[in-house]
C-alpha cells in the first residue's frame, strides 16, 4: 500500500477491452455508460473499445444490439452520435482462453501500445483466473494496465480468497478494480458530504443521537432469469454482503483525514471488523429470512419463488432483515437494520437515519415527540429528506405534525445526473479507487456473512414464506424489536 497517493483527474488514451462484450450487463450498462460520457465529452482523448465474445456473432447484430440499448438507455434517437461511437468499437470472437485465441486482441492492443488497458471481466468469476493468467502470458499487462471485477467475487471466504490469489498472479492490488454500483449512486456519494461538509450533522452522527439506521433495498421483481445464480446466493450474498455492508459503511465510518482512496477504505475496513459477530444464541433474534410466494404485483399475478426456478425444494431466502451491531466508540449499541427482499409492493433503496426525540416535551409533558429522520432516496428518484417537527399555522395552542425538507435532485440541478456506472468508469480510466472496495475489505465482510451462514447451517434455516406484493414476513416488519414498522416511507402510501 503506497504511502503517498496523488489523485488522478486526468484520462490518459486508452483502450477498454469488455470480456462478456455481448453480455447483458455489457449491453445494458457499460456502452451506454461509455456512449454518455463520449458524447458529453469526459473522454477528450483517443479510445478503442474492443468488445470480446465467447460466441461467434456478426458486427451487424452485435451493433444492432448495442444501439437499441443505448436507446433505451438515452430516451433519444441520435444515431449520428451512436453510429460514431460504434465506430469506436472492435469486435474479437475469443472461443477460448489460450495464446493463440487472444492473437486478435494482442494485435489490436498493438495499434497503440503505449495507451492504457482496462480490462473488463463482465464474465462469471470462475472466468477470472484464467482469462488473468492468459493475458500476462499473451504479454498484455503492463504498470498501466487495469482490471475491473464483477460480483459476485466467490461465494464465501475461502472462495473470495482463491479469486483474489488467482487474479493477483497476474494484476496488483493497486491495478484491481471491484465494482459495486451501488457506490456510484449520486446520493450515495453524497453521504460523503452531508456527513463531513455539515457540522450540523457531523456533531450529531453518532450513538449519543441517533436511535437507529435502517437501510432498505426492496425489488418488485422476482428472480427473472437469474435463477441458477441466485439459488446458489440468496438475498443475503446477492445483496447484504456487498451492497447494503457498503452502504453501512459509509454511514458509520469515521472521517477520513483527506478523500484519498485508501484512506477512505482504512475507515470503512475498520466498520466492517468492528462489526459484532452473530452467534447461535443470537440468530432467531436478529436475522429474519423469508421466501416469496404467489402473489399480485402491481395488480398482475406473479407466481412464487419455487415455481419461478422449477426447483420445489429450495430453501433458498428471497428476503433477509439483519439487526446488526457496530462495536465501537461512535456506535456502541445503536442498531443498524438491514433489509431486502424480492416482490416487494415496489422496487425503492433507502437510508432512514433515525435521531432520538427530545429529552423533555415542554408542549405535553404526557406526550414524546417523535425524532427527526434523515432519509436518504438512492432509487428509483434520488432525494434527500430531512423530516422535522414543524407548528401546524393557526390558533388552537402550540400543534405540531412532521414536515419533510426536501432535495431533489432533479428540481435542484438542471443537468442530467450520470449514472452510476458511468462515474464509475471513469474513476477507474483516472486510477482513483475510492468507491472500489479492497480485498481485505471484502475478506472483513465475508467474515461477519459467515458467522450467520455458520450458524444457519448448524440450525437448519427456516424461512418464513411471504406473499408476493407484500413488505415481507410480518416479523421482519411489524416486530418492534426489529423496528421495522408503518413508519418506514412506502407502507404508507
Keep these: 500500500m503506497s504511502k503517498k497517493q496523488v ?62 440499448f443505448i436507446q433505451i438507455a438515452t430516451g ?12 469506436a468499437i472492435q469486435l474479437i470472437h475469443i472461443p477460448e482462453n489460450t495464446v493463440d485465441a487472444y492473437a486478435p486482441l494482442f494485435a489490436a492492443i498493438q495499434e497503440a501500445p503505449e495507451w492504457q488497458t482496462v480490462y473488463y471481466l463482465s464474465t462469471p468469476s470462475a472466468a477470472f483466473g484464467e482469462i488473468s493468467d492468459t493475458l500476462k502470458k499473451c504479454k498484455l499487462i503492463n504498470s498501466a494496465s487495469k482490471v475491473v471485477l464483477e460480483k459476485p467475487l466467490g461465494n464465501s471466504l475461502s472462495s473470495s480468497k482463491e479469486i483474489h490469489a488467482q487474479i493477483s498472479r497476474s494484476f496488483r492490488e493497486n ?83 483527506k478523500l484519498l482512496p485508501d484512506d477512505v477504505r482504512n475507515e470503512k475496513l475498520k466498520v466492517l471488523r468492528a462489526l459484532r459477530l452473530i452467534d447461535a444464541k443470537q440468530l432467531d433474534k436478529h436475522v429474519v429470512t423469508g421466501q416469496y410466494t404467489r402473489g399480485k ?45 424480492k416482490r416487494m409492493p415496489k422496487r425503492y433503496s433507502e437510508i432512514i437515519i433515525n435521531f432520538k426525540s427530545v429529552l423533555h416535551n415542554v408542549f405535553d409533558e ?14 428509483p428518484e434520488e432525494r434527500i429528506e430531512l423530516v422535522q417537527m414543524t407548528k401546524v399555522p393557526g390558533p388552537g395552542g402550540y400543534r405540531y405534525k412532521p414536515i419533510s425538507l426536501k432535495l431533489d435532485y432533479m428540481d435542484s440541478f438542471s443537468q442530467r445526473l450520470p449514472d452510476a456506472y458511468e462515474r464509475l468508469l471513469v474513476d477507474v480510466l483516472r486510477g ?20 450467520i451462514t455458520s450458524c444457519w447451517y448448524k440450525q437448519g434455516k427456516k424461512n418464513v414464506l411471504y406473499e408476493a406484493g407484500s413488505w415481507g414476513p410480518g416479523d421482519a416488519i411489524m416486530n418492534e424489536h426489529h423496528k421495522w414498522s408503518k413508519s418506514v416511507p412506502g407502507y404508507e402510501d
Design 175 to 257: 491495478q484491481i478494480y471491484r465494482i459495486d454500483h451501488y457506490l456510484g449512486k449520486e446520493t450515495v456519494q453524497n453521504l460523503m458530504v452531508l456527513r463531513f461538509a455539515n457540522h450540523l450533522f457531523e456533531q450529531a452522527w453518532s450513538a449519543q443521537h441517533i436511535d437507529s439506521v435502517q437501510i432498505t433495498v426492496a425489488e418488485s421483481l422476482g428472480v427473472e432469469d437469474r435463477g441458477d445464480y441466485y439459488d446458489k446466493s440468496g438475498a443475503l450474498l446477492d445483496m447484504v454482503q456487498n451492497h447494503l455492508l457498503q452502504l453501512l459503511c459509509l454511514i458509520a465510518m469515521e472521517p477520513p483525514n
Design 7 to 68: 489523485p488522478v483527474h486526468y484520462i490518459h488514451p486508452f483502450h477498454a477491452v469488455i470480456f462478456g462484450g455481448n453480455g447483458d450487463l455489457a449491453m445494458r450498462k457499460i456502452y451506454p455508460a461509455l456512449y454518455h460520457r463520449a458524447v458529453d465529452d469526459q473522454f477528450q482523448v483517443d479510445f478503442k473499445l474492443i468488445a470480446i465474445t465467447r460466441n461467434a456473432i456478426s458486427f451487424a447484430d452485435f451493433n444492432a444490439q448495442v444501439s437499441h
Design 76 to 87: 433519444e434517437d441520435e444515431i449520428p452520435q451512436i453510429n460514431s461511437f460504434l465506430s
Design 432 to 451: 482513483n479507487q475510492t468507491l472500489f472496495m479492497r480485498q481485505d475489505e471484502l475478506e472483513a465482510a465475508w467474515i461477519w456473512i459467515e458467522s
Design 366 to 379: 404526557n406526550d414524546s415527540i417523535p425524532g427527526n429522520r434523515l432519509i436518504i432516496r438512492l432509487q
Design 297 to 341: 404485483v402491481a395488480g398482475k399475478e406473479v407466481s412464487s419463488y419455487l415455481e419461478d426456478i422449477k426447483a420445489y425444494q429450495s430453501n433458498t431466502e428471497t428476503f433477509v432483515a439483519i439487526q446488526a451491531y457496530i462495536d465501537n466508540w461512535r456506535w456502541k449499541n445503536t442498531p443498524f437494520y438491514l433489509r431486502t427482499g
